[in-house]
């Protein structure tokens, strides 16, 4: 059982240049999150996704865009890539109800040069 | 608004004593909390919740929290530290009557557990 998949794992990019990361999850779920982890101040919701169809902003949605392309699938994408948004992104998805929690995936480290 | 306060950033503590990592919380409404582990190039891993009942709560490795309304704090405990316990450790709370499911973090709390 995969559970949620990212990719890539590491990239690097210059300023202004633009990529997507790529998140998949094989667990049915409707809600899916990208959050941003830097030193010191934890995780940061980017977007999140209630259910296929839908998303909202989080925290720090400035420079970033979200598709959700089915219920499994849940891209971000950085169109003109700025040094602030060096970072480890984290895609997740979640059950309802008492499955509530969590799955996270193992993550993209962004450099921005 | 929610928020979580992680106050110490980090916890050292001696393998087999005690360990104890605090959150303290704040929503506008009644709270779901949850723990979450990260080790080392790793996502994070879920570790107990609460949601409502109990307000002592038992989790994954001999992790458990109590929730304590009045104080609002989620801290987190364990009788017996492990030097495999040593990791990151987050606090993360929500609303508990809106649609919004997303959580907010805490700025996490490394627990160091020497042999």
């Known amino acids: 059982n995969a559970g949620v998949t990212q990719t890539p794992k590491f990239q690097v990019l210059k300023t202004g240049q633009s990529m997507t990361l790529q998140c998949a999850q094989d667990?049915?779920?409707?809600?899916m999150y990208w959050y941003r982890q830097d030193p010191g101040m934890g995780l940061r919701l980017i977007y999140y996704s209630a259910s296929e169809g839908t998303t909202d902003k989080g925290e720090v949605p400035n420079g970033y865009n979200v598709s959700r392309l089915n219920k499994r699938e849940f891209s971000l994408r950085l169109e003109s890539a700025a040094p602030s948004q060096t970072s480890v992104y984290f895609c997740a998805s979640s059950g309802q109800g008492i499955r509530e929690k969590l799955f996270f995936g193992s993550g993209t480290q962004l450099s921005v040069l | 608004a929610q928020s979580v306060a992680q106050p110490e950033d980090q916890v050292n503590v001696a393998e087999g004593n005690p360990l104890t990592v605090k959150c303290t919380y704040s929503v506008s409404g009644n709270p779901y909390l949850f723990w979450y582990v990260q080790y080392p190039n790793r996502g994070l891993q879920f570790l107990l919740k609460y949601i409502t009942g109990d307000n002592l709560v038992k989790g994954s490795y001999g992790f458990e929290a109590e929730f304590n309304k009045s104080q609002t704090s989620f801290h987190l405990k364990k009788p017996s530290a492990l030097v495999s316990d040593s990791a990151l450790y987050f606090c993360?709370?929500?609303?508990?009557?809106?649609?919004?499911?997303?959580?907010?973090f805490g700025s996490g709390t490394r627990l160091q557990v020497q042999p």
């Open positions: 667990m049915n779920h409707n809600s």
């Open positions: 993360a709370v929500r609303v508990s009557d809106t649609g919004r499911r997303a959580l907010t």
